[in-house]
């Protein structure tokens, strides 16, 4: 294949892994253990406004802004979690899925002699 690229790079959170499914779901599940019943549009439209205000603050790492971004979110929702117990989302990344079409698509490429890479505002440690 002739190509102007060598190398494709792509996000990690959001463009290859279902990030919306992964965090509801952990959410859910968490606060579920907690005997709250949280409805997944109602925690996705609060963190996709919270998670910006939390990142506009002082850098911290990516996996500190899940568990702030979580206490937040629980809070706005009526959910009294503990920041000690906020861990539960980045611990959860592991379980994050790609999108149907990420492992074909990447598949295709690298099929085409692309080299392919991640570039991403995440901490090494959860990729």
């Given at each position: 294949m002739t190509s102007r690229f060598d190398v494709i790079t792509f996000d990690c959170y959001g463009t290859l892994i279902d990030w919306e499914t992964g965090i509801g779901e952990a959410v859910i599940v968490a606060a579920a253990a907690d005997g709250v019943s949280l409805e997944r549009a109602a925690v996705l439209q609060a963190y996709a406004e919270i998670e910006p205000v939390v990142e506009a603050r002082a850098f911290r790492p990516y996996r500190d802004v899940l568990a702030v971004t979580?206490?937040?979110?629980?809070?706005?929702?009526?959910?009294?979690?503990?920041?000690?117990?906020?861990?539960?989302?980045?611990?959860?990344?592991p379980a994050w899925r790609p999108f149907e079409d990420t492992n074909p698509a990447l598949?295709?490429?690298?099929?085409?002699?692309?080299?392919?890479?991640?570039l991403s505002n995440v901490d090494d440690d959860l990729l």
């Open positions: 979580a206490v937040e979110v629980a809070a706005r929702l009526g959910w009294g979690l503990d920041s000690s117990r906020a861990r539960f989302l980045p611990e959860s990344l598949d295709r490429l690298r099929a085409a002699g692309l080299r392919l890479g991640i």
